[in-house]
């Protein structure tokens, strides 16, 4: 049973493997436009203490995830490769949901009758962050297993120092090989 799903998983992930970027970009595009209200909703549920959300909050919601998706989008989130992506992520991540959140405590403070005490802008952006970078590791993760399965070899790099860990990022996007260790005694 194991096997017959990881095998379905590993067709599904070479098929979107093959997929044009543009069609990459819009399913990350959807995803975040689909997954970023409800970690502001889940942010508004656990400081309210209520799970519905006056329509007041429409606009806040609305404003949240267009600055977030547009920030990510000019700080190059949506044109990184999956499977070469990096702490640049993470800090494009962090970019674009910080200016998510500011903007949507902004669009709260001046558009809505109801008040958000502001903990529920740090709970958001606390969530969406988890999310936004989190997602893209363990797809990264995820995709780098079911694409490397059984072919590759694995390899240990061993007191290679920067260009030892810039050669472990590259042998990580090809099928070829896997690496299961970096160790440099230079960084300690």
Known sequence: MNQRLDNRFSGLAQRLIALPRSAKQLIMVAADGLILPMCLWAAMALKTDRLSVPLDFAETFF??????????????????????????AMIAAIVGVTASAV?????????????????????????????????????????????????????????????????????????DFIPVAFIDDNLS
């Open 63 to 88: 404003w949240s995830v267009a600055v977030a998706v547009a920030v990510c989008w000019g700080l190059g989130l949506y044109r990184s490769v999956i499977r070469f992506i990096g702490p640049q």
């Open 103 to 175: 903007a949507g405590a902004m669009v709260n403070h001046l558009q809505s009758s109801v008040q958000l005490p502001p903990a529920a802008f740090a709970i958001y952006w606390t969530l969406a962050v988890l999310y936004l970078a989190g997602s893209r590791f363990i797809v990264r993760a995820t995709f780098t297993r079911s694409v490397k399965s059984g072919a590759a070899k694995r390899v240990a790099i061993y007191g290679a120092g920067t260009a030892g860990a810039k050669l472990s990022a590259v042998l990580l996007g090809g099928p």
